[in-house]
T-cell receptor
Framework: GAVVSQHPSRVICKSGTSVKIECRSL??????MFWYRQFPKKSLMLMAT?????????EQGVEKDKFLINHASLTLSTLTVTSAHPEDSSFYIC??????????FGPGTRLTVL | AQKVTQAQTEISVVEKEDVTLDCVYE???????LFWYKQPPSGELVFLIR??????QNEISGRYSWNFQKSTSSFNFTITASQVVDSAVYFC??????????FGAGTTVTVRA
């Protein structure tokens, strides 16, 4: 149980385009999901907390207009990187909070912006 | 301020050696949780352990063991008789009242055959 999927696992796009990443909890409902960003050889940095049915809470320094988060259902949160640029290239990881607020992580999405 | 400090950036050992990864945390909360995750080259985080602040009992799971000491705010992780498959980045993390996870910088463990 407690499986979280992410789609796509890898995406390459041109500068200026928008990219949507999906995070799904497959066998449980998650009112709260989290989005992290990880640069090569670096740690995970929390970008935002996604709450079902309400606006996401962004961490300091994260542009909410740049990284749009939608948590439309109890099993799906999406992160859209708008007008992507090469500096947005990174590994994006989502997690879903379980019944005891433990976090179950997705496999990650590697974004490369050319 | 950094809430979780993993002072060791990289550790390289030969197979069968023991490896201890240090983790020091900082919090004002009385209730909190500590975690260790493994991130192999594939990138997917693998959950290893969760420990709450009221349970200082050390834990052993196979070749893995954890030493939690509130007096020194440390939650160290030891891999006994390391194997090549243990090569990965290991992260220590802290969760406080808001359940957000604060990750340490990670320690890269390389086990050579």
């Amino acid at each position: 149980g407690a499986v979280v999927s992410q789609h796509p696992s890898r995406v390459i796009c041109k500068s200026g385009t928008s990219v949507k990443i999906e995070c799904r909890s497959l066998d449980f409902q998650a009112t709260t999901m989290f989005w992290y960003r990880q640069f090569p050889k670096k740690s995970l940095m929390l970008m935002a907390t996604s709450n079902e049915g309400s606006k996401a809470t962004y961490e300091q320094g994260v542009e909410k207009d740049k990284f749009l988060i939608n948590h439309a259902s109890l099993t799906l949160s999406t992160l859209t990187v708008t007008s992507a640029h090469p500096e947005d290239s990174s590994f994006y990881i989502c997690s879903a909070a379980g019944a005891y607020n433990e976090q179950f992580f997705g496999p990650g999405t590697r974004l490369t912006v050319l | 301020a950094q809430k979780v400090t993993q002072a060791q950036t990289e550790i390289s050992v030969v197979e069968k050696e023991d490896v201890t990864l240090d983790c020091v945390y900082e919090t004002r909360d009385t209730t909190y949780y500590l975690f260790w995750y493994k991130q192999p080259p594939s990138g997917e985080l693998v959950f290893l352990i969760r420990r709450n602040s009221f349970d200082e009992q050390n834990e052993i799971s196979g070749r893995y063991s954890w030493n939690f000491q509130k007096s020194t705010s440390s939650f160290n992780f030891t891999i006994t008789a390391s194997q090549v498959v243990d090569s990965a980045v290991y992260f220590c993390a802290l969760s406080e009242d808001d359940y957000k996870l604060s990750f340490g910088a990670g320690t890269t463990v390389t086990v050579r055959a």
